[in-house]
């Protein structure tokens, strides 16, 4: 599985932006994609992710509200729409998909793509 992200950038705080990032490879392995960050000196950290079992996606306390991911109708490209951004947004953000085999997962990332936000 491949993961490729775009959509980062510099903005100023309050503005919005869309985050894409397309799977390919065996993509029909994947059980879910979600999005994460890593800001400098922090761990990464989940933002909002699909579930291996199809309910509602998941959200951190950090970004809900603000931030909604989405699909597309294949479930190869995920997108995520950040609106109401902070300067401290400003982080590495990844694409993840993972792929559930038994009691195991295996991740997947992206090569991650900046977003850098302006007070």
């Known amino acids: 599985v491949q993961l490729m992200e775009s959509g980062g950038g510099l903005v100023q705080a309050g503005d919005s932006l869309r985050l894409s990032c397309a799977a390919s490879?065996?993509?029909?392995?994947?059980?879910?994609m979600g999005w994460y960050r890593q800001a400098p000196g922090k761990r990464r950290e989940l933002l909002a992710t699909?579930?291996?079992?199809?309910?509602?996606?998941i959200y951190s306390d950090s970004v809900k509200g603000r931030f909604t991911i989405s699909r597309d109708s294949a479930g190869n490209t995920i997108y995520l729409q950040m609106s109401s951004l902070k300067p401290e947004d400003t982080a590495v953000y990844y694409c993840?998909?993972?792929?559930?085999?038994?009691?195991?997962?295996?991740?997947?990332w992206g090569q991650g793509t900046q977003v850098t936000v302006s007070s």
């Open positions: 490879g065996n993509t029909f392995d994947i059980s879910a």
């Open positions: 993840n998909a993972f792929v559930l085999e038994s009691i195991h997962r295996y991740d997947y």
């Open positions: 699909f579930t291996a079992g199809g309910g509602s996606p």
